[in-house]
């Protein structure tokens, strides 16, 4: 075997894939040792020395990707691409490139799950429909030792001496995927890929391919199908440098999706891709900012970048030469998931090196993991506030952690943060008040949007109407008067049932909200029960006060004497109208006044003419008469504000002024025990 050994070669050991990196002796030891770098970088025991000795450098920048191994080992038998394609579609037929007339004894071999036999349904007829090996549109042929020595370097043929086993065996293929094996050469794929005329999307991860050329034989085929048709193209984990993806690419020139994934990229010197990618994907490596990738600004269809589990941190690096942040103009969608950012202000600059984003995703980074406030003076943040906050920050975001931002969340989201801003002005001195401002880009624009957070209110006398873009007439300023039976439950909750003795009643309190006109009651009452300290706030009840008077029938009196019958109808017609009590009381005084007056008249004039005598003796008896009336009382309209899922400016249009009074529901106070007060 270890005439076989040379530097480069894919071996397999148990299933675990390996390079060899070294043969040779190691000092200190006896014999010839096998110096591997394995794939999986933590099955390894050093980075390739020993003892303060190097005797190969792996690809990995892993400490333990390398070992040591006897050649005398035994490695895993390699397979070409057909055995390959038999073997995993149509290894329990007798005919592998057409479906069979019957399924042999290892067929019919039970099934069983966790020592229990199981029955098969419908897996007969799939795998009679893989094993129809040249009407297979999906091949998946990973970790399974695949090889194909004859289109390596070494091994160059004559013109059109090239084999067309693949074609023949599966010649509509269009997806395959060939990674974790044992190829060494880009050529091999090359050979295999030349005869799918039909394929669209190729996966080749984890396989390290030896920077050689390509085999002049094979280049012809680069200009024509597959390599024309292919779209997506996966080189994930495979430690190639990216001039080296940049020439592959360069074989692919409609590539639409490229993946280079777990290549330890630091910075992107250029992008020489094609010009037709839409998507990029470089998650696991190891950028640090975007400004590292600032030459991908120069693909002009490129739209969907994926940088998940990087070390990105910022947007412009300190190491740039130029700080000013790179501009990816067409840029859409971003996965910026389980980096380091840690403050908000990251996507503040977001706005500006991402101008047409409108997809994002930000999950587990330690902003989101432990959020905390922009004023080190409050509380942290909470998980759905610090998604509000990312939201407010990006005006033109759609979609955030995949989800679709509505239009009622994002007027929640930046109402909010312009509050929050507001409240971090107040409490910041004048000469601080600058600074606040720099780690709020977005705050001028919220204020031209909804107004100052500072409300300010048109006075009632003046008349002046609101603006409707302002923050403050989309709020409605409500005044809470807690009942005395609320007061009285609140202090009894643990005492249910029980009766309370009488006594000076305990003033009202209030509690005075600006609150959103689209807010349900549900959420208002929510909001109460937090403010309040009431257990089982949905059992509360709101009542507005209207403002409206409302007229009721009162108490029957009989009239005086001083009253007359033209009073008595003056009082009548009033009962219909809107006046005041007070109102009536000044128009009795004031007619008083009129037949005192005239009384004093009669007193000091001459004797009365015969006929002035019978009409005066008439008047008095019928002041005499007693006549009734009823007395006007009003009383201010109440209106429960229900059901509770209509929103709060249903009922109340106005932005100040308005009264609410909060009170247990019938049910509640009889549960309680309680006495309603009111």
């Not at 005869?195 to 390290?208: A, H």
């Not at 409707?468 to 409605?476: D, G």
Request: proline share 5%; net charge negative; with cysteine.
């Amino acid at each position: 075997m270890a005439d076989g050994l040379y530097e480069g070669r894919r071996l397999s050991f148990g299933g675990n894939i390996c390079t060899a990196r070294f043969v040779g002796a190691v000092e200190g030891t006896k014999g010839t040792w096998l110096g591997v770098e394995w794939d999986d970088a933590t099955r390894g025991k050093h980075d390739g020395s020993a003892k303060d000795v190097r005797y190969f450098k792996c690809a990995s920048s892993s400490p333990t990707a390398g070992s040591f191994i006897r050649p005398s080992r035994p490695a895993d038998r390699a397979v070409g691409f057909v055995e390959a394609l038999q073997n995993k579609y149509a290894s329990n037929f007798d005919t592998p490139s057409r479906a069979p007339s019957g399924i042999d004894s290892n067929a019919d071999a039970a099934i069983r799950i966790s020592g229990k036999e199981v029955e098969e349904v419908g897996f007969q007829k799939i795998r009679i429909q893989q094993a129809n090996l040249r009407e297979l549109r999906i091949v998946l042929l990973d970790t399974l030792c695949v090889h194909r020595p004859s289109a390596r370097q070494k091994h160059e043929k004559k013109e059109g001496a090239e084999e067309s086993d693949v074609a023949e065996t599966c010649p509509k293929v269009t997806e395959l995927d060939l990674s974790r094996n044992l190829f060494e050469e880009w050529s091999e794929v090359v050979d295999i890929c030349r005869q799918l005329p039909k394929l669209q999307s190729l996966r080749v991860d984890g396989n390290r391919f030896r920077n050689v050329p390509l085999r002049p034989a094979l280049s012809k085929y680069l200009t024509s199908a597959p390599f024309t048709w292919i779209k997506s193209l996966s080189l994930d984990d495979t430690l190639l440098s990216w001039e080296e993806i940049e020439a592959k690419a360069s074989y692919f020139p409609s590539l639409t999706s490229l993946s280079a994934s777990g290549n330890e990229y630091t910075t992107l010197e250029h992008a020489n891709l094609p010009r037709s990618l839409t998507k990029l994907t470089l998650e696991h490596n190891n950028f640090t900012s975007l400004s590292d990738l600032a030459p991908l600004d120069s693909l002009p269809n490129l739209h969907h970048l994926s940088l998940k589990s990087n070390r990105i941190s910022s947007v412009s690096s300190s190491s740039s030469s130029s700080h000013q942040p790179p501009i990816f103009p067409h840029i859409i969608e971003i996965d910026l998931s389980s980096n380091r950012i840690a403050s908000f202000p990251f996507f503040d600059a977001l706005t500006t090196t991402l101008p047409s984003l409108t997809s994002l995703r930000t999950s587990n980074n330690p902003l989101h993991l432990s959020p905390q406030s922009s004023d080190p003076r409050s509380k942290p943040l909470t998980a759905d506030e610090s998604y509000m906050l990312t939201l407010a920050r990006l005006p033109t975001l759609q979609r955030l952690n995949y989800s679709q931002i509505t239009a009622k969340e994002r007027f929640n989201a930046e109402t909010w943060y312009l509050s929050l801003i507001s409240s971090e002005l107040n409490r910041a001195s004048p000469g601080d008040a600058a600074q606040v401002l720099v780690s709020h880009a977005r705050y001028n624009d919220l204020v031209a949007q909804y107004g100052s957070r500072d409300v300010e209110r048109a006075a009632p006398e003046t008349g002046e109407e609101l603006d409707q873009n302002t923050l403050a007439a989309r709020l409605a300023s409500i005044t809470f008067i807690l009942d005395v039976d609320v007061d009285v439950g609140i202090d009894a909750d643990n005492d249910v049932g029980g009766m309370h003795e009488e006594g000076p009643q305990r003033p009202e309190r209030e509690l005075k909200l600006d609150l959103p006109k689209s807010m349900s009651v549900y959420a208002i009452l929510g909001l109460l029960g937090r403010h309040l300290g009431v257990s089982s706030p949905m059992q509360l009840e709101l009542v507005w006060e209207t403002g409206v008077e409302e007229v009721l029938a009162g108490d029957h009196g009989e009239l005086s004497e001083g009253e007359c019958e033209s009073e008595s109808e003056s009082e009548s017609e009033s009962e219909d109208g809107d006046e005041d009590e007070d109102e009536d009381e000044d128009e009795d005084e004031d007619e008083d006044e009129d037949e005192s007056k005239r009384e004093a008249d009669l007193d000091t004039s001459s004797a009365p003419k015969p006929s002035e005598t019978i009409e005066l003796h008439r008047t008095k008896a019928v002041k005499k008469t007693p006549k009734k009336k009823t007395k006007k009382t009003t009383k201010t309209r109440q209106e429960v504000l229900a059901p509770k899922i209509r929103p709060l400016g249903s009922w109340i249009e106005e932005s100040s002024g308005a009264r609410v009074r909060v009170r247990w529901c019938e049910i509640e106070v009889e549960r309680r025990g309680l006495r309603r007060v009111g």
